[in-house]
Structures are given as C-alpha cells and as structure tokens.
C-alpha cells in the first residue's frame, strides 16, 4: 500500500507491520487519493467508516468524504418463480427480482436481498422480463475456477471479472448440457479481436480440435467448427466497432447443430450446422484473446435451454450481413423492445406482441387490458410489460447518497442510513426506507456526486 498522510494521520499511533498476519481479507476500501487498504468494515457510524485491517493493530476510523468506494465479497441467491424482472428507474438505476404486483401507481418487486420493495409508478422507466432457465453457472468468482491455456496464461481474475492485456486462452469443464444459453458482458480498448468456443473438450488450449468457434474481428463475426477450414456463417455487427462494450448472449445445441447468436439483446443470427450428426463434442467453454488490446469478460451467466428458436433476425436490418442474406442500406437500427415499448405494446417470447396495458400480475401471471379484451397469461411468456403512462418524475439527490452495485451488474442509488458487517440501510424516493443484505453487493460507492472522482471510478474498471 503507498504511503499516504491523510490515511496514516490517523492511525499511525495504531499501526503495527504484522507481517505474520497472512489471512487473506475480503474487502477492499478505496481513498479518494487511489490509496487502498484490504480488510473488512465493522461499522458505519455518522461520517465515518471502521476498518479492520491485517496491518492494523486495532480497528480504526475514516471519514467517508475521504473513501472512494468498498469492494465487497457478494452472492447471487438463485431465487424461487419462473421469470426475472428488471425494472430500469430515472437516473440510471435498476434492479431485479420477481414480480408480484404491478397497477396504475405502484409496481412491487420480490427479492432474496431487502424482501418486498415497492416502486412509485412515476420513477419506473421500464421493466424487462427474462424467462427463469436451470442454473449452471454465474460468476466469474475467483481465478481458481478457470483453467488458463498452455500455451500463454492471459488472463486474470479482478473485481468480478475476466481479463486480459494481452493474447492468451482461458476455459472451464462446465459439463454442458446438450442445449445451454450463454450470456456475459464483454468490453474492450481498441481493436477486438477475441474468440469464443463452445462444447469443447480441452479446456486448456487456444485451438480445440472439437466443438464450435465464434470469431470476433472488430464488426465482423464468423462461426465454423473448432479446427475447420469451412465457414458455417457469418455476420457484420456494427455495434461492435461503434463500442466498446456489448452484451453477448448464445442459444446453442448440439442435438440439432443450431447456435442462435445475440448482441444488447438483438438476435444476429440462427446459425446452422447441417453436419451435426456424428460430429465430437465436449463439455467446455474457452475464450481466447487474439491480441494485446484489454479485454474484460463479466456477468456470466451459463443456463439450460429448451432448444426452441423463438426469434429470427430480419435480413435487410441493421447492417447486418451475413451468408445467404440480403445486403442493407446502412440504416441504424432501432431494438425491436424500444420501438414496441414507444407503440405500448409488449413483446412475447414467441415473437408476437401485445397492445394494451398491465391491469394486475399475480401469482406469476399478468392480466393484460387489450382494446379487444382482457387476456391472461404467464409472466414468463413476456420480454417486457408497458405500464399505463404517467408523468415521469427523477428523484432529488440527497446528502448521503451512496450508489450499491449489484454483482449483477445492476445497481440503485439510496441515502445510507445506517451499515454493518452484515446490512446495509437505506432510504429512496423510489422505494421507501429498506433494508438489504450486504452480500448482494459487490460495491458500494461514496461521494457519488462529486464529479472529480468520475474518472478514478472509469479508470478502475481497467
């Protein structure tokens, strides 16, 4: 740890080099200097944060207008229903759980880590449905879980995530089910350049004779069997070159040889191996940088799925271009969610969509009011509800705001009332005064609105 006056002023007199003490601790506090000091936090008590640390001879006080973030060890409990929601709030924030209520005023939200939280119609800007799959995996966790390639060890294990600086291959022995659905957040600096392989035998090279391979070249993607000369299909995404980040979701067999490819939620494409019968498959995943340019692997999460192909891409949308399909005109493309969302209709899993607007959700079903009728259905046939229109209200900034981010990748903004080992309250025009267990978030961030640390926050992602 670098030497700092404003952190050692105050413990100086407490401090002793306790070398023999080698317990690993398993939290991380951050200063607004870029200072950081391991241990855990015992208590929040006013404007101060207590630290218990290994180099500490005692625990030990720090102004919170001082500390930048906590890095916290965190859990995602799978919970009981058959869908997720998301609801997307003002300014950002969002979070998941399981739908149990939802009228003209309130929306009503379940969840493992604060119980039932209540929601004011005015602060929701959307609410996104997925379908709940057997759980095989969610993570990254630790290093320890993957295996790194032979032929150059890559990567490494930070803060929730996957990364590389330079080329190299990591893979892990899921014991893939026949059909899975694989979903994670990739980023990158510069130029991408990365591969991704599925249903794989050796976990430990960059080249696996067996199984399926996606080439990522910047925009264009191509699909082929692992150690083939022959291209299956191919695609331009110009997602990919206009960022540097995107959600990367696959569907695949090996039952039928299909693979269904999405990018932020848009289907790509429903690729095909019509050779499938006999070919060799294991039961693996491997990711593998090509080149030197940072990249980061998070929120994988490694499901089963029934095998069903609910969407198709259009051809001449999109800019996208692939074999067999119809040049475009360039044009931008609009998400199929956002301009249903824009027309109040809801979006079905198997393609159709709904006018109307949500009367009630009970018992995982929800009601629709149609211009013909009231239908009702299961929650989990929908990719998202619209709620009756509302004039959209932001909360006011509070002193003491401090934003929780979810080891899920999302994350609320709440005025922190009180904090201990175990959890953490909170108070939010969006959802009253809660409580929530501290292991559901793998950081909680200080002094949100002071725009000077904005960019040690974006510089620690890296």
């Known amino acids: 740890m670098k030497r700092s006056v404003f952190i050692f002023w105050s413990i100086a007199s407490s401090m002793v080099l306790a070398a023999e003490e080698t317990a690993p601790a398993n939290s991380m506090l951050r200063f607004v200097n870029g200072d950081q000091l391991s241990g855990h936090m015992e208590k929040i008590d006013h404007d101060q944060l207590v630290w218990n640390a290994p180099i500490l001879s005692q625990s030990v006080p720090f102004w919170l207008k001082k500390v930048l973030d906590l890095k916290l060890p965190s859990k995602i409990q799978d919970s009981e229903g058959s869908h997720e929601a998301t609801i997307f709030l003002a300014r950002g924030d969002s979070i998941r759980g399981q739908l149990v209520s939802a009228n003209e005023n309130w929306v009503e939200l379940q969840t493992w880590y604060a119980g039932r939280l209540k929601f004011k119609r005015a602060w929701i800007r959307k609410i996104t449905i997925e379908e709940k799959s057997e759980l095989i995996y969610r993570g990254p966790n630790s290093m320890s879980e993957w295996t790194k390639a032979r032929e150059a060890s890559a990567w490494n294990y930070e803060e929730g995530s996957l990364i590389s600086r330079k080329s190299g291959g990591i893979g892990k022995d899921f014991e893939l089910p026949d059909e899975f659905e694989l979903s994670f957040d990739l980023a990158w600096r510069g ?87 006999g070919a060799k498959f294991g039961k693996g995943i491997n990711f593998s940088a090509q080149n030197t340019a940072p990249l ?139 409580e929530f267990d501290l292991s559901a978030f793998n950081k909680i961030e200080f002094n949100i609105y002071d725009q000077k640390f904005d960019s040690m926050r974006v510089k620690s992602e890296w």
């Open 191 to 277: 130029s991408l350049r990365f591969n991704l392989s599925f249903f794989t035998e050796d976990v430990e090279t960059i080249r696996p004779k067996e199984g399926y391979e996606i080439i990522f070249n910047n925009r264009n993607l191509n699909f082929r069997r692992c150690n083939g000369s022959e291209w299956l299909n191919d695609a331009i995404v110009p997602e990919l070159s206009e960022n540097e980040k995107a959600h990367i979701k696959i569907q695949a067999s090996r039952k039928t040889g299909t693979v269904c490819f999405y990018v932020d939620g848009r289907i790509i494409g429903v690729w095909k191996d019509r050779a499938v019968v």
């Open 296 to 434: 980061r692997i998070s929120r994988i999460e490694l499901t089963s799925w029934n095998g069903l192909v609910t969407e198709q891409p259009t051809p001449n949308l999109a800019g996208i271009v692939g074999r067999g399909m119809a040049t475009n005109d360039g044009t931008k493309h609009k998400d199929d969610m956002d301009v249903a969302e824009s027309e109040g209709r809801m979006l079905l899993r198997n393609g159709d969509s709904l006018l109307g607007e949500v009367e009630s959700v009970k018992d995982d079903q929800i009601t629709v009011k149609t211009p013909y009728r009231e239908v009702t259905l299961p929650l989990n046939r929908f990719k998202n509800i619209s709620l009756k229109e509302a004039d959209l209200e932001e909360p006011k900034r509070e002193k003491g705001d401090i934003r929780a981010c979810f080891s899920d990748g999302t994350s609320i903004v709440f005025r922190m009332e009180s904090m201990n080992e175990k959890t953490i309250t909170g108070y939010s025009q969006n959802f009253g005064t809660a």
